[in-house]
């Protein structure tokens, strides 16, 4: 990993977990917020790291007591959209709802100023909406997808784009630990509930189904071992602050 060019040698890491049904568009069944869950704040408890989770607003209503789990683990809560369905296909009355009333479900629990869409897909226009419910930070860009421009005439919300697809966690550590290296800082990771979770057996896109269950939460603990070794400090998305010029 490097540290970004100007700024002093230290690499910021933004843990995240994105809280939704198991393996969307596939699956839609709850085994990663009832079995897989429990393990992840465990492994993050183990290794004194605080993440940022985006919660669906239907994950929240129907988990209420995880959610409160989370805070109660000084996790930051974050915003997913109410539904996990696309944001393309909403127009503006929908996509509004997604956001507020999902803050409003979220923000019995705990300050919500970070969102990231699902699929990590939020059309630019949707932007202001944000800024206009409290979101301070959106997470929903990708550094890994080229055709994925910023639009730089909404300034009102800053950007923190994710750096890696969460089956790269996943892979051989010799295929992997070089791809860690490479990143730049700010570095941000996200996995799901439902990784920790063996869905090899199911039906479902082999990067999604792949070392789930016990083998990802290993990987996922020498992940957090590599980048500690490597000197990364480990931040919540709230406190990010963008570079000037970036
Ligand atoms: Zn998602």
């Known amino acids: 990993m490097e540290a970004r060019e100007g700024s002093s040698k230290e690499i ?7 809280v939704e049904p198991d393996c969307p568009p596939y699956l839609w069944t709850w085994r990663g917020i009832e079995e ?17 989770f985006f919660v669906t607003g239907d ?35 929908r996509a ?26 939020l059309p630019e226009r949707f932007l202001p909406l944000l800024a206009a419910d409290g979101i301070r930070t959106d997470s929903s ?3 890994y997808k080229f055709c994925d421009k ?17 089956s790269i966690l996943r892979l051989p550590s010799f295929v992997r630990d070089p791809l860690l ?6 570095v941000v ?27 990802a939460l290993r990987d996922l603990r020498d992940v957090i071992r590599v980048l500690r070794d490597a000197g990364a400090a480990f931040r919540l998305v709230q406190d990010f602050r963008e570079a000037k010029g970036n």
């Open 150 to 166: 910023p639009n730089t005439s909404a300034p009102t919300v800053q950007r923190l784009p994710v750096s890696a697809t969460s």
């Open 36 to 52: 897989g869950m429990p393990k992840l704040i465990d492994l993050f408890t183990e290794e004194k790291v605080l993440a940022t």
């Open 181 to 186: 290296r490479w990143l730049r800082s700010p």
């Open 59 to 93: 994950t929240a209503s129907r988990y209420p007591q995880m959610v409160e789990c989370l805070v109660e683990n000084g996790h930051e809560i974050g915003c997913h959209g109410f539904s996990h369905h696309p944001f393309r296909t909403f127009d503006e009355e």
């Open 189 to 215: 990771l996200f996995v799901h509930p439902w990784e920790f979770v063996d869905l090899t057996r199911h039906p479902i896109r082999v990067d999604c189904r792949f070392r789930t269950g016990d083998p």
């Open 12 to 18: 910021e890491v933004y843990l995240s977990v994105d």
């Open 141 to 143: 860009r990708a550094k």
């Open 96 to 121: 509004m709802f997604e956001v507020a009333y999902t803050n409003s479900l979220l923000r019995k629990f705990a300050p919500v100023t970070s969102f990231r869409a699902p699929y990590l897909q």
